[in-house]
């Protein structure tokens, strides 16, 4: 069975310094990795996404994840946090369903990260 | 292109009512789902559709029902609303069902259940 887990509800950067969102993950095949992000009040945009190519992986407004299998971690960073990236973020593991007919998304609980000036 | 599209943005409900959250794509995908979002869980399954005619449960399917006739639509039917199902629905949807596939999210709707 697969799982997800944000290992903080709550970030709190200055603006400028370095963004990292923690994710461990469990799967029992070869999962897809992504990360989402949701603004206040708006719908959750797809930011970056691992499936299987490089192991890093480079998003949408300078973030980038690296999948490494041995510590099942799926951590998300970004060098210069800017005020605009204050919003949650949501580790999703996706795999295929043991009997092979679906795929099943599981949704970590977010963390909300909030961008000091 | 619109992409995700959802009605209504908010909806207040007494306890006992029904009502029929509505969500259309028009990216001709295939696979379509609604998920409902709580403070500190995440998002959840609620049902999905994998095309026309075919629908399935998700993880929390209970005092819901579905339908999809086209490909564009998957309205989401609450049919007796209880408090428990205050919380905010999203419906997304993909090109296919394969794994790696993207999702897109519609705007949501806020639903409060008195």
């Known amino acids: 069975a697969q799982s997800v887990t944000q290992l903080d509800s709550h970030v709190s950067v200055s603006e400028g310094t370095p963004v990292l969102l923690r994710c461990n993950y469990s799967?029992?095949?070869?999962?897809?990795l992504f990360w989402y992000v949701q603004h206040p009040n708006k719908g959750l945009q797809l930011l970056l996404k691992?499936?299987?190519?490089?192991?890093l992986v480079k998003g949408i407004n300078g973030f980038e994840a690296e999948f490494k299998k041995s510590e099942t971690s799926f951590h998300l960073t970004k060098p210069s946090a800017h005020m605009s990236d204050a919003a949650e973020y949501f580790c999703?593991?996706?795999?295929?369903?043991?009997?092979?007919?679906?795929?099943?998304?599981?949704f970590g609980k977010g963390t909300l990260l909030t961008v000091n000036p | 292109n619109a992409g995700v599209t959802q009605t209504p943005k908010f909806q207040v409900l007494k306890t006992g009512q029904s009502m029929t959250l509505q969500c259309a794509q028009d990216?001709?995908?295939?696979?379509m789902s609604w998920y409902r979002q709580d403070p500190g869980m995440g998002l959840r399954l609620i049902h999905y559709?994998?095309?026309?005619?075919?629908?399935d449960q998700g993880e929390v399917p209970n005092g819901y029902n579905v339908s999809r006739s086209t490909t564009e639509d998957f309205p989401l039917r609450l049919l007796s609303a209880a408090p428990s199902q205050t919380s905010v629905y999203f419906c997304?949807?993909?090109?296919?069902?394969?794994?790696?596939?993207?999702?897109?999210f519609g705007p949501g709707t806020r639903l409060t259940v008195t």
């Open positions: 997304a949807s993909s090109r296919d069902r394969g794994s790696s596939y993207e999702q897109y």
């Open positions: 799967s029992s095949y070869s999962p897809s």
């Open positions: 691992y499936t299987s190519a490089a192991t």
């Open positions: 999703v593991v996706s795999e295929w369903s043991s009997g092979g007919s679906n795929y099943k998304l599981t």
């Open positions: 990216m001709n995908h295939e696979y």
């Open positions: 559709s994998v095309g026309a005619g075919i629908t």
